[in-house]
């Protein structure tokens, strides 16, 4: 059964950093697309940014310049660097993974960025 453990969450002031961390396990093949999502109180889950096995990525227009993603492609763990936190990026963060028709996810971790 393929599991993602998140971690790395928690609180931090505006401009501060962040660093989440997710592993898939489990499994015994390379996950196609790995990557995040958000979701803040009130609103609907959003992509964060995702990343190829092929080393492809796609941001979200908020997070650009600011976040990173990186992945350990034979581990199959992906982590997310978060700089210059604006209290806008609160919400709970959950780790996605994709591979031929079946996508996963985590249980999430929460972010919250203070003013």
């Known amino acids: 059964q393929v599991q993602l453990v998140e971690s790395g969450g928690g609180l931090v002031q505006a401009g501060g950093s962040l660093r989440l961390s997710c592993a898939a396990s489990?499994?015994?093949?390379?996950?196609?697309?790995m990557g995040w999502y958000r979701q803040a109180p009130g609103k609907e889950r959003e992509l964060v940014v995702t990343m190829s096995s092929g080393g492809t990525t796609n941001y979200a227009d908020s997070v650009k310049g600011r976040f990173t993603i990186s992945r350990d492609g034979a581990k199959n763990t992906v982590y997310l660097q978060m700089n210059s936190l604006k209290p806008d990026d609160t919400a709970v963060y959950s780790c996605?993974?994709?591979?031929?028709?079946?996508?996963?996810w985590g249980q999430g971790t929460q972010v919250t960025v203070s003013s």
């Open positions: 996605y993974a994709y591979r031929v028709g079946s996508r996963y």
């Open positions: 489990g499994i015994g093949f390379t996950m196609n697309i």
